[in-house]
C-alpha cells in the first residue's frame, strides 16, 4: 500500500473517476464547449422545443405548458403537465425516442448531442401521440 492517502486506493477509494473527468475536461476543451456554448446550445434547444409544442397546439386538457416562467427559468428542459406522462413516456421509447417524466410532468431534456432533426422528430411523435389518449 502507498503512503498516506494512497493507502486507501483501490480498496475503500477508486480513483478511476478522476481520469475520466480529465478526459471530458480535455475533450471539451479540444471541442471549444465552454459553459456559455454549451448553454447557448441549451436555450436554443429549449426554444425549438417550446416552439413546436407551442405550434402543435395539442389539446390543453391532455397536455400542457405553463407560460408563466421563461426558459432560463425552466432548469436546463422542459416539463409538460399531463396526466398521461407515464404512458407518452412509454410510447415514444417504443419509437426509440427518450424523454422521462415525473408524476404528471414529461420532461423533455436536451443535449448538446441532440440535432435539431431529433427535437423536430421528437416533437413529431409527441404531437401524434397525444389525439391518441382521449
Do not use: W
Not at 98 to 120: C, F, K, W
Request: some cysteine; glycine content about 8%; hydrophobic content about 40%.
Amino acid at each position: 500500500y502507498g503512503e498516506g492517502g494512497d493507502r486507501f486506493a483501490g480498496a475503500t477509494y477508486d480513483p478511476c473517476s478522476h481520469y475520466r473527468a480529465a478526459a471530458v475536461i480535455d475533450f471539451f476543451i479540444e471541442k471549444g464547449l465552454t459553459t456559455q456554448v454549451l448553454a447557448n446550445i441549451n436555450r436554443a434547444q429549449l426554444e425549438r422545443i417550446q416552439a413546436a409544442f407551442l405550434a402543435y397546439d395539442l389539446d390543453p386538457g391532455i397536455i400542457s405548458l405553463d407560460l408563466n416562467y421563461s426558459l432560463a427559468e425552466r432548469g436546463g428542459f422542459i416539463s409538460l403537465l399531463t396526466e398521461y406522462a407515464a404512458v407518452i413516456t412509454k410510447l415514444l421509447h417504443e419509437q426509440g425516442i427518450h424523454m422521462d417524466s415525473r408524476t404528471n410532468y414529461l420532461r423533455i431534456g436536451p443535449a448538446p448531442y441532440v440535432s435539431d432533426e431529433q427535437i423536430d422528430s421528437a416533437m413529431q411523435a409527441l404531437a401524434d401521440i397525444i389525439p391518441t389518449l382521449k
